[in-house]
């Protein structure tokens, strides 16, 4: 399922499907698609080989020098018939230590990482048949009529059929922290991905609004599956440290191999007597020779320096939530000296924070960030105890807002999340709030309007509470809040509040 469908109507994507909007697939048709285009899950890629993982730490050039090494002073040991084996069994030791250490670390980051690819099972809203039903995210295929609601993570590609103040959080995809704003209407040229406002795409999330559309596209033919693709293929390339590694290794066998040729030699045709028997002895003397300066000359002890070095830096970096897959790319990052990164969506958290409050013409600065309900209020750099001033405001905040926020994570609009942190930092619970002032109707907010309003009953009566464009709200208003009393707004105080508003953005 490859097109742009973000340039077809909707009518046209549901004939191209083979679909009616109302009923759905039938059973029938749903085996048959499935048959066709498989489960809508992403390929985990290659398996993790414990076997392959191992023998991979044996690799280096002098790792397998080490083990030529062993292997001849083992023989020697046994021809010889002396019975000690202490030498070759301690390069033994060594590597096996070395690979030991390499496999627990690389093995245990691949389970992490699989494990991490296996939390995106979840299931879905489709219509089949024309009856609705939840099924896991797996089994949906192209065509498939889904509903979706704030909260919600897109199971796959989507062209949308109807919206309802629906907006999306595209931040794993397209970087971009703010949501977007979703349609139904087509588009006529090629558009990016962050500028196709009638689709929505797997691994995103609703964040305000609800929806119907049709699955156009599902499991690597998605577009985050088409990224999964493309970090599946890439290549596995030596760091720096592992070519410099290989090159010593290469050279030190070169050069050892050539000295023992001629202490071999030396030995062996340094001695004057000619006969059979003595030269036997000569021969296995001048090898036994040779193969010791070999082992001697063999740093059998940096192999295991360097993978013991390594595995502390992939601790460390493990303590600081990094997971390093590979032990070499701890070298290969402490040997950089320039990152280039694009910094929305990759340095960022994709959180949103108030530092900053209008009110009662004085600016207060909030502490904290993130989602972490701890923080306080200052003013002229003075810690403000009070805060009726801001009480008004905050509440509003609070009430004329839909979404939530649960040990550290927002259920809704980043945006609207912040609001409910910066109310819950002067003492504003949400659920008390709306106990106390319950909500009796909701306009939402929409891109013409650029209002969100909501009616509550405050003591006795119906209040509306509205958030919004500060230059949209501010036409509405004939009353400012000053120290607890409405007054007149003019002008000039319409225009300190744009300026303010302006010099904040």
């Not at 109507?9 to 048709?29: I, M, N, R």
């Not at 498939?144 to 999306?168: F, M, N, T």
């Not at 050069?255 to 023992?260: D, V």
């Not at 969100?452 to 009353?479: F, I, N, Q, W």
Request: hydrophobic share 45%; charged share 25%; aromatic share 4%.
């Amino acid at each position: 399922m490859i097109g742009e469908w973000y340039r077809e109507s909707t009518q046209s994507t549901l004939k191209k499907l083979k679909v009616t909007q109302s009923t759905g697939l039938s059973k029938a048709e749903v085996e048959i698609r499935q048959k066709q285009y498989g489960l809508n899950e992403l390929e985990m890629g290659k398996k993790i080989n414990p076997f392959k993982l191992f023998i991979g730490q044996l690799k280096d050039v002098l790792v397998i020098i080490l083990l030529i090494a062993a292997t001849v002073s083992l023989i020697l040991e046994i021809v010889q018939g002396h019975g000690q084996y202490t030498e070759s069994i301690l390069i033994y030791a060594i590597v096996l230590a070395i690979a030991v250490i390499g496999f627990l670390n690389e093995y245990k980051a691949e389970k992490t990482v699989e494990a991490l690819k296996k939390l995106v099972g979840h299931n879905a809203k489709v219509r089949r048949d024309g009856k609705v039903s939840e099924i896991p995210a797996g089994e949906l295929v192209p065509g498939d009529i889904v509903l979706v609601e704030e909260g919600q993570k897109i199971p796959a590609d989507i062209r949308l059929l109807e919206v309802r103040s629906l907006q999306a959080n595209e931040s794993s995809l397209t970087g971009e922290s703010l949501p977007v704003t979703k349609n139904t209407f087509n588009l006529t040229k090629t558009a990016a991905l962050g500028d196709q406002k009638c689709m929505l795409f797997s691994g995103t999330i609703i964040t305000t609004g609800t929806a119907e559309g049709i699955i156009v596209g599902t499991g690597q033919t998605t577009e985050i599956g088409k990224i999964a693709h493309m970090v599946n293929e890439v290549e596995d390339e030596q760091t720096p440290m592992q070519k410099k590694l290989d090159a010593l290794g290469k050279k030190l066998g070169i050069l050892i191999l050539l000295i023992c040729i001629a202490v071999f030699g030396i030995i062996f045709f340094g001695a004057t007597e000619a006969v059979d028997k003595e030269m036997a002895e000569r021969l296995i003397f001048a090898f036994t020779v040779a193969v010791a300066l070999a082992v001697a000359a063999i740093p059998e002890g940096l192999s295991f320096v360097v993978r013991i070095s390594l595995a502390l830096g992939a601790r460390r970096m493990a303590e600081k939530n990094a997971l390093v897959r590979r032990l070499s790319a701890v070298e290969a990052l402490g040997s950089t000296d320039v990152i280039a990164s694009d910094k929305t969506g990759t340095l960022t958290k994709g959180e949103m924070t108030v530092r900053q409050i209008y009110t009662n013409d004085n600016i207060y600065e909030v502490d904290g960030t993130g989602y972490a309900f701890v923080g306080g209020f200052t003013l002229n750099k003075k810690k403000v105890e009070n805060l009726k001033d801001l009480i008004p405001i905050l509440r509003t905040a609070v009430l004329a807002n839909n979404s939530h926020v649960k040990d550290g994570v927002v259920l809704g609009d980043p945006t609207e999340g912040s609001l409910v942190v910066s109310a819950a930092k002067a003492g504003l619970d949400r659920d008390a709030l709306n106990l106390q002032f319950p909500r009796v109707d909701e306009v939402p907010f929409s891109s013409e309007r650029k209002l969100m309003s909501t009616v509550h009953k405050m003591e006795g009566r119906y209040v509306v509470l509205t958030k919004g464009a500060p230059d949209v709200l501010l036409h509405l208003c004939d009353r400012v809040l000053i120290n607890g009393h409405p007054k007149r707004l003019d002008d000039a105080m319409r225009k300190k509040i744009l300026e303010t508003n302006k010099s904040m953005a």
